[in-house]
T-cell receptor, first 115, second 115 residues
């Protein structure tokens, strides 16, 4: 079974530029998550999708961050414009569905550096 | 408010030593769930274990064991006879019954096992 795929693996941009990350979850997984992991910290949930609907985006900085999962499969996370404090690893995870009996499977992440 | 504390930032041991990673949590819920994840240098978070608040039985899986004590709000993780491949960052996480999909992570403990 293929795991969660993310691209790019690394991205370096200047502040005020825009950037987009892509995630392809495990086939058949209805729930998709985006996490932000700042260096030295644990991952923090940004947004959770169930199919193509948003379940929780309470910690997403909506003035600059946006995410979509139009067809309920792959997802894109965008930052526009980027700030220095956005430097982090962005992790995507998926699970079969909501609920505790469905563990989250994580991708390798995209490491974003803002200059 | 919910919180997970991993006071040990970094631990170094020599192969074959036993090592314990501490985790202390805070929650107002009576029903909650605790997790451990491993993050090797590749960046992917690997699920290790999940326990619910009603099950205080300790668990052993090979060289790994977990000690859950509600009285001290702790969920500690012990690796017996550590190996170089155990080198990684280990995260403890909490989710609460009203939102079981939302994982609240600690800041992680970096374990380095030297040959």
């Amino acid at each position: 079974e293929a795991g969660v795929a993310q691209s790019p693996r690394y991205k370096i941009i200047e502040k005020r530029q825009s950037v987009a990350f892509w995630c392809n979850p495990i086939s058949g997984h209805a729930t998709l998550y985006w996490y932000q992991q700042i260096l030295g910290q644990g991952p923090k949930l940004l947004i959770q999708f169930q199919n193509n609907g948003v379940v929780d985006d309470s910690q997403l900085p909506k003035d600059r961050f946006s995410a979509e999962r139009l067809k309920g499969v792959d997802s894109t996370l965008k930052i526009q414009p980027a700030k220095l404090e956005d430097s982090a690893v962005y992790l995507c995870a998926s699970s079969v569905g909501t609920g505790l009996n469905q563990p989250q499977h994580f991708g390798d992440g995209t490491r974003l550096s803002i200059l | 408010a919910q919180k997970v504390t991993q006071a040990q930032t970094e631990i170094s041991v020599v192969e074959k030593e036993d090592v314990t990673l501490d985790c202390v949590y805070e929650t107002r819920d009576t029903t909650y769930y605790l997790f451990w994840y491993k993050q090797p240098p590749s960046g992917e978070l690997v699920f290790l274990i999940r326990r619910n608040s009603f099950d205080e039985q300790n668990e052993i899986s090979g060289r790994y064991s977990w000690n859950f004590q509600k009285s001290t709000s702790s969920f500690n993780f012990t690796i017996t006879a550590s190996q170089v491949v155990d080198s990684a960052v280990y995260f403890c996480a909490l989710s609460e019954a009203h939102n079981t999909d939302k994982l609240i992570f600690g800041t992680g403990t970096r374990l380095q096992v030297f040959p």
